[in-house]
């Protein structure tokens, strides 16, 4: 489901499954996180499009202030594919609902999100919900009422885990709510510099989601190529996705930073220059997004 109606699976295409186009980050990122120009957000995407680009995912959840209006209107400006996320993103952005409202009631505003929509444009995916270092009561909730809203709509759960190795308690708590570690994608593991923690989330069967690899210097570039590479020799490539978590002004290609573009042109190149072929690229940007989205 995206902003604009139901895709058939096969027309997704290249995909980005972590991004955002409007945002309020202000509260931690003055003067930086805010996503609301639409001239400048309509340009920016057109750089994905131009470079290849079918489908985004804008994860951007409960907290964040997103605008599923203005979303749709962006997708059918640039003939984007894009698909949003439904929940609560973590606890310094909770609305009072999540405190004030039962697990089993925030999960009727979750499926409500999914099946009828806010102001009309339906959620695609459930997520990014997420904590920062450890998971939170509150958190709790919103990790529980998503688990519990996906066992009623069957749409993946994608979560937000910087730093911190917190997307192993985040997977337990899902799993304890009877979700498959199938449909759970761990975001933002690159930044969280263990591989041994990106292993083993790949070995109980979830997602893993490098969503930075920009990074900020050279050193960053290739650590992630390594991992990838060790991915790769381990048979795990298939259960990765690539992002930039384009969520700052300073993201923005005319401000200088990676666009939504930098996946698909700059990092294909370097995955080639690595001893990636064309189908890798090709599963990473558009088969495991989709089997992501889809659950196929
Ligand atoms: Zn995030």
């Not at 990790?143 to 996906?150: C, K, L």
């Not at 990106?198 to 960053?220: P, S």
């Amino acid at each position: 489901m995206t902003v604009t109606g139901p895709v058939a699976a096969a027309d997704l295409g290249v995909t980005l499954p972590h991004e955002h186009v409007f945002l309020d980050l202000t509260r931690e990122y003055r003067g930086n996180g805010l996503l609301n120009d639409t001239a400048l957000a309509e340009s920016e995407l057109k750089r994905y499009v131009d470079a290849g680009g079918r489908t985004l995912v804008d994860v951007t959840t409960g907290g964040l202030d997103g605008d599923p209006v203005a979303l749709r209107a962006m997708a059918e400006a640039t003939g984007l594919q894009i698909v949003r996320g439904a929940g609560y993103y973590r606890r310094a952005y909770f609305p009072p609902e999540v405190d004030e409202l039962s697990t089993d009631a925030l999960a009727d505003l979750i499926v409500r999100d999914i099946e009828e929509g806010t102001d009309g444009v339906r959620a695609g995916i459930i997520g990014e919900i997420g904590c920062d270092r450890y998971v939170s009561a509150l958190e709790e909730r919103s990790f529980r009422a998503a688990a519990r809203a996906h066992r009623r709509t069957g749409l993946t759960i994608t979560t937000h885990a910087a730093r911190w190795p917190v997307g192993t308690a985040q997977l337990d708590l899902l799993v304890e709510e009877g979700v498959d570690p199938s449909r759970v994608v761990i975001g933002h593991c690159d930044m969280v510099p263990d591989h041994d923690y990106h292993r083993a989330l790949v070995e109980r069967g979830a997602w893993i989601q490098f969503d930075t690899v920009q990074g900020v210097h050279e050193w960053d570039t290739q650590q992630r190529l390594g991992w990838l590479r060790s991915l790769a020799d381990a048979g795990h490539l298939g259960r990765v996705l690539l992002s930039q978590d384009v969520c700052l002004r300073s993201d923005y290609a005319a401000m200088g930073g990676p666009g939504y573009a930098y996946v698909v042109t700059t990092f294909a190149d370097r995955l080639r220059e690595a001893g990636f072929d064309d189908a890798d690229i090709t599963m990473l940007t558009v088969d495991n997004p989709r089997r992501m989205l889809t659950g196929e």
